[in-house]
């Protein structure tokens, strides 16, 4: 495409950098790098040598918006650097490094994607720069850090090591699996598998077999034989999709695979997996994974990001057809989250908003006045699932989770491997068009709110989308208008298995969880009753649940609105249903919710700006306790469940009466109270 040259093929880009340090004259240096060897972190080294640098500093590039106008973009990751090289290298690249954080409107940047330590606010915790040139020492104070924040996990917590570490059940194994099987191979139980896994992930040996379910690869019904020759022929299936663009000689097909080639290589590149670069098998088999996607689905393409989604999976599966069946299942749900139009990125951003403001009034408000209520900081969060936050095998632990709070959704005959022809049209990535877009879109925001401050009764941030609205994000035209949503969603019920009044058109599923009472700790049970689809319905034999206890602390369930003292019983009524909250997938949002709670006092206590606020969740990447962050976000995510499911009531106690429902009724009351069933 014109206009547009992929920095792998150029040897060198030139970089002019100008530093400003306050009211002294700024410093000039110019050179050039290798846009295929040259991360963030090794142009940061370089900026430190070159300028003697050995404080904090902030560095943002030269680029023009829609109009033509020229506008400096912080430059804070890998991702943005990649930006920075598609779009802004021509002739050359032009940078700016300041001593301070950027504070004017425009350079506040959201995506922050790659794990680096930038030093800077908050905790006061720095490491110097001019031990950048000196590896040795670098290392001793990197590995006293650790050392350090190991320590500090031990002993400064609020909750006892017991409570944070244990499951509310152990981890699925094969006895167990197998236990949800029929003689011969169906998985009968899939809500049952599902709630274990949800309450005690998987052992790692038996992931291979079971993320398949968790993606939704198979149709349902399907027997262990006929799963082993549907794998066969979808294998075969990968292969020819393959076949085909290897043999393509297009500009717009080399194009797509350059990209995917430069994000592959840097990958997961510190886990032993994947190191090694083009000399690893592994490597080239994500890179043939992700080819295969892209140029199958030309109405997706490929965009920065796909690479962290397959990359887990295929580091499961190790297999590299079954890796694609996965990728493709998961991508069903996920190839929203990277079309050019942001629709389903930006239902996202609201409805985190909504689940902040509701939860932590007193924290939001703080967002708000540093106009970061829009919570730009968190777009790698929603994009990848939450899967940079943690480390790689703790992610791993992480996703299987949250894919089993979602309910079962199998595909109707068999899993689609290609999407519907459309032309190839290769241009900048767009994610990072759809970042732009956000970027300008919050540098408007913002302009417009140094001149026309929010009452305080506004609530709605700059992620809503009524019409006509200046803070809408642009969308494409003959575009998507609402995000993909599950074609199932989750309800709730009490412990007792009952008959549903509902008729095989009601509402899909929805996931619950209410107090155990058969111990004294407070435990989670998750409880699904199975709807059929309004056009395709089905007999699913119910099972009663299954209850198991976890280690829940014996106190209530914690109100996070603890600045305040205000309780979330009731305020988590007003939020959207599980089905639609998140883009179908809840449970991810109180994930996020989680780690923002965890890191709300640090934030508030050290009046931390937007660019420190997003720096200091940029430290922290790889770097969240699993478990504890899954504890919590599931005691937050009962009572979220627990709210649904009292207005659920409440609205139909007027319409049901039936002697059925007034047995349910008084079965949920004796277990909210704490009563034996």
């Known amino acids: 495409m014109a206009g ?32 295929q060897l040259t991360t963030f972190e090794t142009l940061q080294q370089l900026l430190a040598n070159a300028f003697f640098l050995n404080s904090d500093f902030t560095i943002s590039y030269l680029s023009r918006d829609e109009n033509g106008q020229e506008v400096y973009l912080s430059l804070l990751s890998d991702w943005d650097l990649d930006a920075a090289f598609l779009s802004a290298s021509q002739p050359c690249l032009q940078i700016k ?17 790659n794990a680096k330590d930038v030093p800077g606010s908050g905790n006061g915790n720095f490491r110097d720069r001019s031990m950048v040139g000196m590896p040795l020492v670098g290392a001793i104070v990197t590995q006293v850090e650790k050392t350090i924040n190991r320590v500090q996990r031990i002993f400064i917590t609020s909750e006892s090591e017991d409570e944070i570490t244990k499951a509310a059940r152990p981890p699925l194994s094969d006895s167990d699996f197998h236990a949800y099987l029929d003689h011969q191979g169906r998985l009968t139980r899939p809500n049952e598998f599902r709630l274990h896994v949800y309450h005690g992930g998987i052992e790692p040996s038996l992931r291979k077999v079971t993320w398949r379910h968790l993606l939704n690869i198979f149709p349902d019904g399907m027997t262990g034989e006929e799963r082993f020759y549907y794998l066969k022929r979808k294998s075969n299936e990968y292969e020819d999709l393959k076949k085909k663009w290897l043999s393509d000689e297009r500009e717009e097909v080399k194009y797509i695979m350059n ?9 997961d590149r510190m886990h032993k997996f994947y190191s090694g670069g083009d000399e690893n098998l592994n490597v080239k088999k994500l890179y043939n994974i992700l080819c295969t996607y892209a140029l199958s689905h030309a109405d997706v393409s490929y965009c920065q990001g796909m690479s962290d989604i397959a990359s887990p999976i295929l580091y499961v599966m190790k297999d590299e057809a079954h890796a694609y069946l996965c990728f493709c299942g ?3 749900r996920l190839k929203g989250n990277f079309m050019l139009d942001g629709v389903a990125m930006t239902r996202k951003f609201n409805d985190l908003a909504k689940l902040v403001e509701c939860c932590d009034p007193e924290f939001f408000t703080y967002l708000k006045d540093q106009n970061a209520e829009d919570l730009f900081f968190c777009y790698r969060w929603l994009l990848l699932e939450l899967k940079r936050e943690f480390a790689f095998h703790d992610a791993l632990s992480m996703l299987e989770v949250m894919w089993s709070s979602l309910p079962p959704d199998f595909p109707e005959g068999e899993l689609e491997l290609s999407g519907p022809p459309a032309p190839l049209s290769p241009c900048m990535s767009p994610t990072d068009r759809m970042r732009f877009k956000f970027a300008r879109q919050r540098s408007t925001s913002i302009s417009q709110c140094s001149s026309c401050p929010s009452t305080p009764s506004q609530t709605q941030s700059s992620f809503e989308e ?16 609402r995000p993909v949503l599950p074609k199932q969603c989750c309800s709730v019920d009490s412990q007792q298995s009952v008959e549903s009044d509902c008729s095989s058109k009601a509402m899909s599923e929805t996931v619950s969880m209410v107090p155990d009472n058969n111990c004294n700790n407070e435990a989670m049970i998750l409880k699904e009753d199975h709807f059929s689809k309004p056009d395709t319905p089905k007999e699913r034999k119910t099972s009663e649940a299954e209850s198991t206890s976890s280690s829940c602390s014996t106190e209530p369930s914690p109100n996070v609105t603890m600045a305040n003292g205000s309780s979330t019983k009731n305020t988590y009524a007003t ?15 109180f994930l996020c919710l989680t780690l923002l709670l965890e890191h709300r006092n640090v934030v508030m206590s050290n009046h931390l700006d937007y660019n420190e606020l997003a720096m200091h969740f940029d430290r922290m990447v790889r770097k969240h306790n ?9 005691t937050l995510f009962a009572d979220y469940l627990r709210a649904k499911v009292n207005s659920s009531q409440n609205e139909q ?8 429902k007034q047995s349910v009724t008084a079965n949920q009351s004796k277990a909210v109270n704490g009563e034996s069933c």
């Not at 009524?466 to 208008?481: D, M, R």
């Not at 699993?626 to 599931?634: D, Q, S």
Request: aromatic content about 6%.
């Open 97 to 113: 490094v300041d001593a301070k954080p950027f504070e004017g409107p425009g350079l506040e940047d959201w995506d922050i994607v």
């Open 330 to 332: 998961i991508m069903t």
């Open 626 to 634: 699993v478990e504890k962050v899954l504890h919590r976000a599931r």
């Open 653 to 660: 106690s007027t319409v049901l009466d039936s002697p059925v």
């Open 259 to 267: 990209m995917v080639h430069k994000d592959v290589l840097r990958t």
């Open 4 to 35: 547009v040259t992929s920095p792998g093929d150029r040897d060198a880009i030139r970089i002019k950098v100008k530093k400003c340090s306050g009211l002294m004259q700024p410093l000039y240096r110019s050179f050039s790098v290798d846009p």
């Open 575 to 589: 939020l959207p249903q599980p089905q639609e909250f998140g883009g179908g997938n809840p449970f991810m949002l």
């Open 466 to 481: 009524p019409e006509n609205s200046k803070s809408a994000p642009p969308v494409k035209e003959n575009g998507p208008t």
